[in-house]
């Protein structure tokens, strides 16, 4: 993104990387009609893991449509996201953005422990004590051993989607 | 988390709902919770299953049983997992 200026820079994050095995969790997981609590791990792989900004936030509806046009939802793999939104917020989100027919589930962390976990949290500024993660992806191997990662490395920051695309096709075909 | 055979289908806060848990776990029985909206357009997946919008359901696959209304279902529960009609208490080492 060229802006003509410096955008936020990001610390460094400590996030699981190629390799190592991501940490595990329970969340409820919502799909278009309800959600239930679900582990990471009981998901089929390879697990593609979108990190985004809570529903409503521009980067959110951008995130979600560009893997929906990309037809993520095509693919052999389980794509899940994540957001401190609540489960009712991501009913509207999928609904609103016609991820019904994708199969793209959204894990709601309103806490934000998940994003701790990862090494991803990122304090809001100008939203006091409000605390989400910062962009992310990641695919994920049997055993949540991670094929890819990226983190935001600035605010705001997209994902590097070629890549991702690529490393979730590879993982599929693997 | 998938791997219970009894499914509720329940909605945050529903005092209805919440008695059903409570027989739940007074037998010990392993369930999972699916949560859904408040509207009743929003619920077809109860619909799908049961006929009606109405929550609680209970989808009980060791007897193929699937049941609307609190009442109903306490009492199901009851019968089927009460201490005194040890039928199908092989909820984890069933068949």
Avoid at chain 2, 73 to 81: A, F
Wanted: aromatic share 10%; charged share 25%; hydrophobic share 40%.
């Amino acid at each position: 993104m060229d802006l003509g200026f410096d955008v936020v820079e990001l610390e460094p994050p400590e996030h699981p990387t190629e390799g190592a095995q991501a940490p595990d969790f329970t969340r409820p997981l919502v799909n278009s009609e309800y959600w239930v609590d679900t582990a990471l791990s009981a998901l089929a792989p390879p697990v593609c893991l979108v990190f985004h900004p809570m529903d409503g936030a521009f980067p959110a509806t951008y995130m979600w449509s560009e893997l929906r046009d990309r037809g993520f939802g095509g693919l052999d793999a389980t794509v899940v996201g994540l957001s401190i939104s609540t489960p009712y917020a991501h009913t509207r989100f999928i609904e609103d953005n016609d991820l019904e027919e994708t199969g793209f589930r959204l894990f709601s962390d309103p806490a934000a422990g998940v994003a701790r976990e990862y090494g991803i949290a990122h304090d809001l500024g100008g939203m006091a004590g409000v605390t989400e993660p910062r962009p992310a992806v990641f695919v994920l191997d049997a055993d949540l051993t991670v094929r890819h990662a990226w983190v935001a490395r600035e605010h705001p920051e997209f994902p590097e989607y070629d890549a991702l695309e690529s490393a979730l096709t590879a993982a599929v075909e693997a | 988390m998938s791997e219970s055979a009894i499914t509720l289908y329940r909605l945050q806060a529903c005092p209805f709902c919440e008695r059903v848990v409570t027989t739940l776990e007074e037998y010990g029985i392993d369930y999972e919770s699916r949560f859904v909206e408040p509207l009743h357009s929003k619920r077809d997946a109860v619909k799908r299953v049961s006929g009606t919008r109405t929550v609680p359901v209970i989808v009980d696959e060791h007897t193929g049983v699937t049941m609307s209304e609190s009442d109903n279902i306490v009492t199901y529960l009851e019968n089927t997992y009460g201490e005194e009609t040890p039928v199908a208490a092989g909820h984890e080492g069933g068949s």
